[in-house]
């Protein structure tokens, strides 16, 4: 490491040195004038020159200091968004694990014959719409092809699919899985008001459903989307409060120590 305060000293230590000398030339009557006005100049150059040094010292020391702050601040900048990334991506993963089981925990529907039905009855391929073949298809049919579509990404049909079964089956055991279906669709499209909506509708009407802890835990992941962490944490609360077994209720307490 360079020693900068005896870098900042040479430049006096010379002049007085040099000083000295002239002085000690003058007493003995050695110097003349022609070389004591040339060891004055030399002794102007060599202030000027310390004084250029002590210039660049500081402006050095200033660019030091400016680049160590700018490292620390990177270092810091780095580390943000390194924990940011790892919220994202337990974020993400939660959000996967949560589809999964989802899907796991679905009832496999069996197909049964469609009276008077072609080979196929799916609503995409025919150009038909489910109101002209509705009293010959089986709720279960309608039903699974609107789950298909879920996990084929088309969440638009899937959702006019499901409001189907909501119409016209609307009093068996398929109406609160399409209910919470239709919830599930709005919010892979972002679309988190309608899916408050759905969501709030299968709480209000089937309160014994299986997916109210899910539909709980969902209603508080829109909430914040929406910008309400408040209003979020009082769903949180009542998944782990009123369902502390379920397999929502973990996750529930992970955004919980998140938004706090």
């Not at 992941?221 to 998944?239: D, F, H, I």
Request: glycine share 6%.
């Amino acid at each position: 490491m360079m020693n900068w305060k005896r870098i900042t000293t040479l430049g006096p230590m010379m002049r007085t040195g040099a000083v000295i000398i002239l002085g000690v030339l003058i007493s003995a009557g050695c110097a003349s004038r022609a070389e004591i006005s040339k060891m004055s100049t030399q002794l102007d150059y060599l202030e000027a020159s310390q004084k250029r040094i002590e210039r660049d010292l500081i402006r050095i020391d200033s660019l030091v200091t400016e680049n160590t702050e700018a490292a620390n601040r990177t270092r810091a900048d780095v580390g943000s968004s390194l924990d940011e990334f790892r919220r994202d991506a337990l974020t993400m993963r939660e959000a996967i694990d949560e589809l999964r089981r989802q899907i796991e925990r679905e009832p496999k529907v069996i197909y049964q014959p469609v009276p008077g039905g072609g080979d196929d009855t799916s609503s995409t391929d025919t150009g038909t719409t489910t109101a002209d073949i509705i009293p010959d298809i089986d709720p279960s049919q309608l039903y699974e092809n609107a789950f298909l579509d879920v996990r084929k990404g088309n969440y638009e049909l899937a959702i006019q699919q499901f409001r189907d079964v909501l119409e016209f089956f609307g009093n068996t055991d398929y109406a609160p899985n399409a209910r919470y279906w239709i919830g599930e669709c709005y919010y892979s499209l972002e679309q988190y008001d309608s899916a408050i909506v759905e969501f709030d509708a299968l709480l209000e009407n089937h309160p014994m459903s299986e997916r109210i802890p899910t539909a709980l835990y969902k209603m508080g992941r829109c909430y914040e989307e929406v910008g309400r962490p408040t209003r979020a944490r009082t769903y949180y609360e009542r998944v782990i409060e009123e369902y502390p077994n379920s397999l929502e209720a973990k996750p529930s307490q992970s955004r919980l120590a998140q938004i706090r």
